[in-house]
């Protein structure tokens, strides 16, 4: 019962915004929009969608990326860390985060 419980906060834990980026399809990848979250100076999320198709996805395919580290903040003291995952398949952590950037994607830059 004890894992449960523990398991239970830490899905529930709420993960915080710092600063938000966002990249536009005409000016960063011509086929979707990405507004990043960023959770510390070395660490963000992002909520993807494709705005057209690129071949091998459909115009509003969503999608969240995870980076960390050195490759993506220059003096990073983090080992580098990317992932790519689709909306069913976002770890648990993040859902609510991800789930506030497409809203605000939504409200502000759609």
């Not at 894992?3 to 834990?13: G, P, S, V």
């Not at 198709?53 to 983090?78: L, P, Q």
Request: hydrophobic share 25%; charged share 35%.
């Amino acid at each position: 019962m004890k894992h449960i419980k523990l398991y239970e906060e830490f899905i529930n834990e709420a993960v915080k915004f710092i600063d938000f980026k966002f990249n536009s399809h005409k000016d960063h990848n011509p086929s979707c929009d990405i507004l990043q979250g960023h959770l510390d100076s070395d660490t963000f999320i992002t909520y993807g969608i494709y705005i057209k198709d690129d071949g091998a996805r459909k115009t509003g395919d969503e999608f969240m990326e995870y980076y960390t580290g050195e490759n993506y903040n220059v003096g990073s003291s983090k080992k580098s860390n990317s992932r790519v995952y689709g909306p069913d398949k976002i770890p648990a952590k993040y859902k609510a985060a991800w789930e506030e950037l497409k809203s605000k994607y939504e409200s502000e830059y759609k």
